[in-house]
Structures are given as C-alpha cells and as structure tokens.
C-alpha cells in the first residue's frame, strides 16, 4: 500500500473571487465539524503539540487513512489546524493547533470530563429506555 495520500479527493468550494460566504458558515456548520468522531479525537491530540499523520493515524483509533486525510483538510480549511510542511526527504508534515482550536479544547476537555462524571447515569437510562420500550413477547 503507498503511503501517500495524494489521491484523496476534496470538494471544497469557495466564494466567488475569494469573497466571505456567511451562509457557507451556519453555528450548526462549525458545530458538526468540530464535533464529529474523528475531529474531537484529532483536535485533542494536536493540542498536545504538533503532531506528525502517522502519529495522529496511531493516537486515533479506527480512523482509516483516507477520513484522517479529509478531516486533517477541513479542520486545515476551517482554521483549527495549520499544516507545515518541511523540505526533506521523504517531506515531513505536522500538524498543530491553531489558537481557536486551543480555546475550543478547553469545551472538548470539559465535555469529555462530563461525559465521563454521567456514563454509569446514561447507560442507566438507556438500559431503562430500552427495557421499556421493548416490544411484549406475549402479543
């Protein structure tokens, strides 16, 4: 298998004339990206400093390389990750946090710890839920 990535494709499609889009920006639009499986896994890793995308391909478990390639590039398109590319060989990529990435780990950071406080809570509640909404086996 090659390791490059260099065949992955992106639909990315800007402004005409480089112009700001609002509507290309919804809350729920930034609120999506930053909150998807594999970002807030990513996200969390380069807060640690810059990291290389084999590193990032081993600190963030089942992500194949391919989605880890399209999410490097849209957290790259939306500010969060700057992407810096050194001239050796074989060239050397890293990525790093952005400062609003940095800001937006301190939200990952305290949804993750609530998450962790409420876990026997929600599986408590699901196991409920779905002990009542089961169908009766007698009808």
Known sequence: MSQRNSAVTVEVKAAPSGE??????TVLQV?????????????????????RFTELERAVK??????????????????LLTRTVYPTVPPKVEYTATPMALELYESLVSLASWAERHRSEIADARSAYDHSSAPDPTL
Do not use: Q, Y
Request: aromatic share 2%; charged share 25%; net charge positive.
């Open 31 to 51: 609120l999506d990206r930053v909150s998807g499986k594999w970002a807030i896994g990513i996200l969390l890793e380069c807060a640690h400093g810059p990291r």
């Open 20 to 25: 700001h889009d609002p509507v290309a920006c």
């Open 62 to 79: 089942g992500i194949s390389r391919r989605m880890l390639t399209l999410t490097l590039r849209n957290l790259e398109r939306d500010g």
